[in-house]
């Protein structure tokens, strides 16, 4: 009887430790929870965004509040939206973290039609919609072309690696670039290759088209510009000291590439030099954007800069105070900013830089008046 | 804070995530390799700490009799208890904490390698774009390789392990749970007390059944690295201190749920009833190999032949 009482408190001990290392572990575990990275796309008086609460809304652009929202329907464990979506004749495209190739009614959010897209792999890049066609790119390593109309497939084409990179539509050419270090052409009409460009690295950007050339970096931290007919390259950057991951942006025959150094480089489309950097103390995940003759920029260090287009000067910034990974969408003055604390909020760019106009946080479901939580 | 956290990073992460990327694109790109043979350096890099720990917990449990002996004695003085405590272990060359530091050195490089693989296996975006901030930029080898193909036999590496079907799903989590299970039986020193065995048997299944099941919740090539480590961990011990208690494993399995016929050693609280004949059928067995056992300086004894059976000394006499 002694002996067993005592035990009691040894046991206790080892069932302490064992409890603790249980939590520990499971406050770990959930660091491998998808939280997506919503970008926007705004279309006359709304805003159509994936947010990091497994669904995807339109929000009034005057006020923030809730038009309407569409629940993501797939695992549950995988309900996250990555890639910016797409308008084509009245539906919106977006892809989910949970394999699905969403279309839904522009008007009220009604489920046009929902695709699993290959052996329902992950969609981190956004769709691209033209010519009749949706097209996404899979974690399963291939490219999709639906009927936009009915989601019925017509074409694939597979690479080397997963696709996480939004494709581009130009002149009946889809670009995109895949984790298997390539940038593909292909024929918008029946899928055919027409070019691969090879890097060192892996693409996750979506190519930019301007002026008869593609721009994308890719994480081999070199910035490529090549020509979209032939697929040979015309320059590169390399000054880089880390991966290019988003999308570059591109005014007055200047590229802005952001790159995970923390750095926007301006670049001039012809030549390739660099013309200035915008640097911020965190990776630059999202693609930058223009708006009333300035740069905007997000960091994951929190804060929206902004600057002159032609010399990068006259720094101003806003701080979000949470990390900003997705791509700044920019609406006649206004900036759509997708931040981690759930937020999605609209800035008035202003002389002084920028001023918020709403914020909605859709974990609370519902927009916070302008001057309760302002950012900036 | 941020010192440290960069300290941490600087010192142990990045070479970590370094290194297995770099033993990836080595060896054939596959993953699966990598952590193994990245997590077999990595324990026989720690052969000496571990052979150090080993030696310092045996020579711990060797002087519990007179611990014991010396609690009894000085139970109202502990001044004296304690004096008498250091002298024991000046005595017989022990650092009370001797055993604790190789613990305490192999903590951050076992922390490390749990935070590394998980860094190295981004199974998100978010988590892919965080690992550039870890790999060198002046070893292009390691960014080309990225991102790591995950694929090793029929497992996703950055898959969580409960994202098979069933009964694919429990493979990982089973292997897991064994393997800690024989490590942990190879491991365990004899019972100095009733009380400790009681312990050691709780934890014996309580440690690797929540690894078991910790093992669903985590990517499939945690769960690789916990076997790999496991498997490891089981052949040193194995060449140090003796495969008996590999040997011995099927009888132990069937002995537990049973009351301890496993006494402490020698000089412990006596052991109950239960206790005695199977202590008396080990008798002659260890009369036989005593010679052998003293000149292998017990290194590959059994937990049971430690003991010295009862009168033994008066019939040499």
């Given at each position: 009887m002694s002996i067993l009482s005592s035990a009691k408190p040894r046991r206790a001990e080892s069932l302490a430790v064992a409890l603790l290392a249980a939590l520990l572990l499971a406050a770990c575990a959930r660091i491998g929870v998808p939280e997506g990275s919503p970008a926007a796309l705004v279309d006359g008086d709304t805003v159509y965004v994936g947010t990091m609460d497994g669904d995807f809304r339109a929000i009034d652009l005057d006020n923030g509040e809730t038009v309407w929202k569409h629940t993501l329907t797939g695992d549950e464990a995988r309900r996250a939206v990555y890639g910016p979506p797409a308008l084509y004749d009245g539906n919106i495209y977006f892809g989910g973290y949970d394999g699905v190739l969403y279309a839904l009614d522009q008007e009220n959010g009604d489920e046009t039609w929902a695709r699993e897209v290959g052996d329902v792999s992950s969609i981190v890049g956004g769709p691209a919609a033209d010519d009749g066609l949706a097209l996404v790119g899979s974690s399963d390593g291939n490219l999709y072309a639906f009927d936009?109309?009915?989601?019925?497939?017509k074409w694939s084409f597979q690479t080397g690696k997963r696709i996480w990179s939004t494709p581009a539509i130009a002149d009946g050419v889809v670009y995109f670039g895949s984790l298997d270090h390539n940038v593909y052409a292909l024929s918008l009409q029946d899928g055919e290759e027409i070019w691969r460009f090879p890097t060192r690295g892996g693409i996750t950007a979506k190519p930019l088209v301007e002026d008869g050339r593609v721009y994308i970096g890719s994480f081999d931290s070199v910035f490529y510009a090549i020509d979209a007919q032939t697929g040979s390259l015309a320059w590169r950057f390399d000054d880089a000291n880390s991966w290019f991951w988003g999308s570059a942006a591109a005014a007055n025959k200047r590229i802005f590439a952001p790159s995970l150094d923390g750095n926007v480089y301006a670049l001039d489309s012809r030549s390739g030099d660099l013309l200035w950097p915008l640097s911020s103390n965190g990776p630059v995940l999202g693609s930058p954007a223009v708006v009333s003759e300035r740069l905007a920029s997000g960091s994951s260090d929190g804060r929206v800069r902004l600057v002159d287009l032609a010399d990068g000067a006259d720094v101003r910034s806003c701080d979000i105070g949470s990390r900003i990974r997705a791509p700044i969408t920019a609406h006649e003055g206004l900036l759509i900013v997708s931040a981690a604390d759930h937020s999605i909020r609209a800035l008035t760019v202003t002389a002084s830089g920028a001023d918020e106009k709403w914020a909605h946080f859709s974990n609370r479901d519902r927009a916070v008046a302008t001057g309760e939580e302002k950012a900036c | 804070m941020e010192i440290l956290s960069e300290i941490w990073n600087s010192v142990i992460i990045r070479p970590m995530i370094n290194s297995l990327v770099l033993l990836y694109s080595i060896f054939f790109s596959n993953f699966g390799i990598a952590i193994i043979i990245f997590t077999v350096i990595v324990r026989a890099a720690m052969i000496p700490l571990s052979i150090r720990q080993s030696r310092s917990m045996k020579a711990m449990t060797a002087v519990q009799p007179k611990m014991k002996a010396l609690q009894e004695r000085y139970k109202n003085d502990r001044q004296k208890l304690s004096q008498e405590t250091m002298k024991l272990y000046r005595e017989n060359g022990i650092n009370p904490i001797g055993c604790l530091g190789p613990l305490v050195l192999q903590m951050p490089i076992f922390l490390g390698l749990f935070w590394a693989l998980r860094g190295t296996l981004p199974s998100t975006p978010e988590r892919l774009a965080d690992l550039s901030r870890h790999l060198y930029p002046w070893l292009p080898m390691v960014n080309e390789a990225v991102p790591l193909n995950g694929q090793f036999l029929w497992l996703d590496l950055a898959e969580f392990s409960s994202s098979y079907p069933m009964p694919l799903s429990l493979v990982l989590p089973i292997l897991v749970g064994v393997s800690m299970f024989v490590m942990q039986k190879m491991t365990t020193m004899p019972s100095t007390t009733p009380q400790q065995e009681s312990t050691n048997r709780m934890m014996l299944w309580l440690m690797p059944g929540m690894f078991g099941v910790f093992t669903l919740s985590f990517e499939a090539g945690l769960a690789l690295y916990w076997i790999v480590s496991n498997v490891v961990g089981i052949v040193i011990q194995g060449f140090v201190t003796g495969w008996q208690p590999l040997i011995d494993l099927p009888k132990s399995i069937i002995n537990l749920g049973r009351p301890s016929t496993t006494p402490a050693v020698e000089g412990q609280a006596e052991p109950s009833d239960e206790a005695e004949p199977a202590r008396e059928a080990d008798t002659d067995e260890n009369d036989r190999d005593d010679g052998q056992d003293r000149r292998r300086g017990n290194r590959n004894r059994p937990k049971g032949a430690r003991r010295r059976a009862p009168g033994r000394r008066n019939r040499r006499r």
């Open positions: 936009a109309e009915d989601g019925r497939l | -």
